[in-house]
């Protein structure tokens, strides 16, 4: 179950070593161990992922059963429209980052598309990574905390992918190559409006869109942006799955649907592409 890492293992750098000393030191795989030269290891998980934060995921870490609740509203095909974009601003990327990759399943559906990529899914639930390490033959998976840094060498990936995730403009200026793209999914304030209003999931901030360009443009340029909007039905069961993959799973949500409920699936598909030439 090594066969992802190796294909990405020269992407990735020692996290106590940075962590300690700033230096972005190597890894080898061995079996079924990655060290650096300083003789730190990280053991590969039976699934094939790494676990290299060296804490417990904190309490807003997906739970199992918001992982398996994303993957069957995942599998239902309604974000398919979103990926078809995102796969066609990176037709000519060949290493890719999902940050906050939960399952993989939007990176594995761009690897399908962009026949000759390989990816990387981090993310900091150890739930959705067990799956991601699993979700496509040319992608592997790491445990890891956007905000504590991303364990990669600087420069080492041509596309950053980031779908309803946390944003760390540093860090992915910092992995990105000279002119490489960032690709930002954020949901526009009708995304699952429906449901909202029946369920009382949390609500969407109406500022989103600008809070992201502002939070962007100092380190990237803004050069492609599609609006993806389109009704489907959910049944209750995958009305209530849509609930519980994101934050409401955290509270208290009511969800007593018994009837098939028609949503609006809204979002905006921002490209942008890294500035600087170091």
Do not use: Y
Request: charged share 20%; hydrophobic share 40%.
């Amino acid at each position: 179950m090594t066969g992802g890492l190796a294909q990405v293992v020269d992407w990735l750098i020692c996290p106590t070593c940075r962590r300690r000393t700033g230096a972005e030191e190597g890894l080898e795989l061995t079996e079924r161990t990655l060290r650096c030269r300083h003789g730190h290891s990280l053991d590969v998980a039976r699934q094939g992922h790494v676990t290299m934060i060296p804490a417990r995921p904190g309490i807003n870490a997906d739970t199992t059963e918001m992982v398996a609740a994303r993957q069957r509203v995942l599998d239902s095909g309604i974000f398919d429209p979103v990926d078809a974009v995102m796969a066609r601003q990176l037709a000519s990327s060949q290493r890719i980052l999902e940050a906050g990759a939960g399952t993989g399943h939007h990176l594995g559906k761009v690897l399908d598309a962009v026949g000759s990529a390989h990816g990387l899914a981090s993310d900091v639930s150890v739930a959705a990574v067990r799956r991601a390490a699993r979700a496509h033959p040319r992608m592997a998976a790491v445990v890891a905390d956007t905000w504590r840094g991303l364990p990669l060498r600087s420069g080492s990936v041509d596309a950053v992918m980031c779908v309803f995730a946390p944003r760390n403009r540093q860090e992915f200026h910092r992995v990105l190559s000279a002119g490489g793209l960032l690709v930002v999914v954020t949901p526009l304030s009708t995304h699952l409006a429906e449901l909202r209003e029946a369920t009382g999931m949390i609500g969407i901030q109406p500022d989103k869109r600008h809070q992201m360009m502002e939070g962007l443009v100092e380190s990237f340029t803004p050069f492609a942006h599609q609006t993806v909007s389109n009704v489907v039905t959910l049944d209750p069961r995958l009305a209530a799955d849509a609930v519980g993959m994101g934050p409401s799973a955290h509270h208290a949500t009511h969800v007593d649907l018994s009837e098939p409920i028609a949503v609006t699936v809204a979002v905006e598909v921002t490209t942008f592409r890294r500035r600087g030439g170091d």
